[in-house]
T-cell receptor
Framework: QQQVKQSPQSLIVQKGGIPIINCAYENTAFDYFPWYQQFPGKGPALLIAIRPDVSEKKEGRFTISFNKSAKQFSLHIMDSQPGDSATYFC????????????FGGGTRVLVKP | NAGVTQTPKFRVLKTGQSMTLLCAQDMNHEYMYWYRQDPGMGLRLIHYSVGEGTTAKGEVPDGYNVSRLKKQNFLLGLESAAPSQTSVYFC?????????????FGEGSRLTVL
């Protein structure tokens, strides 16, 4: 049972383009929605996170859009750079229930120079 | 500033062999987790712990055991390895406070079962 579905599986954009990754969740009890970035051979690292009482959050070139009624959220990477090439995972958790993250399947993003 | 450290980083086992993965964190975190990462499936939770001496099952616990005898360490054991357990294993820790849900991950342990 995949509680967090992520699309697309891979994405190729030119430098300066805006990759968009989408996620959908099922469990309405989730109250924390982070995005993690992973480079080859490394562990995932927190990129940006949002709570369900906020519809949008920006940190630098990264923006999360959150639609609570549709149970969907997305990551936009503005002015993408080759250094942004990585695998991105959306996730969701219930912070009071052990804060266990449920991950989407991941999106491999390649930004061409 | 070590953060979360996993050992070993690589291991090859034969079917039926046993092994233990060690995770150590130096951030005084209450919560610790073991995930496995397989292509196209993201990271799936194996077991987790919300404090020293406690453990609980995650999404895919079968074939694994864990122990949290010390707050800073979380061990993952495979008693009889199977090829289906070939994966990259990640340990993570979290402060456990309600204000943040951030997990800090180690760099992974790549396990191959022949």
């Amino acid at each position: 049972q995949q509680q967090v579905k992520q699309s697309p599986q891979s994405l190729i954009v030119q430098k300066g383009g805006i990759p968009i990754i989408n996620c959908a969740y099922e469990n309405t009890a989730f109250d924390y929605f982070p995005w993690y970035q992973q480079f080859p051979g490394k562990g995932p690292a927190l990129l940006i996170a949002i709570r369900p009482d906020v519809s949008e959050k920006k940190e630098g070139r990264f923006t999360i859009s959150f639609n609570k009624s549709a149970k969907q959220f997305s990551l936009h990477i503005m002015d993408s750079q080759p250094g942004d090439s990585a695998t991105y995972f959306c996730a969701a958790s219930i912070r009071a229930a052990g804060n266990k993250l449920t991950f989407g399947g991941g999106t491999r993003v390649l930004v061409k120079p | 500033n070590a953060g979360v450290t996993q050992t070993p980083k690589f291991r090859v086992l034969k079917t039926g062999q046993s092994m233990t993965l060690l995770c150590a964190q130096d951030m005084n975190h209450e919560y610790m987790y073991w995930y496995r990462q397989d292509p196209g499936m993201g990271l799936r939770l194996i077991h987790y712990s919300v404090g020293e001496g406690t453990t609980a099952k995650g999404e895919v616990p079968d074939g694994y055991n864990v122990s949290r005898l010390k707050k800073q360490n979380f061990l993952l054991g495979l008693e009889s390895a199977a090829p289906s357990q070939t994966s990259v294993y990640f340990c993570a820790s979290s402060s456990g406070t309600a204000n943040t849900g951030e997990l800090f991950f180690g760099e992974g342990s790549r396990l191959t079962v022949l």
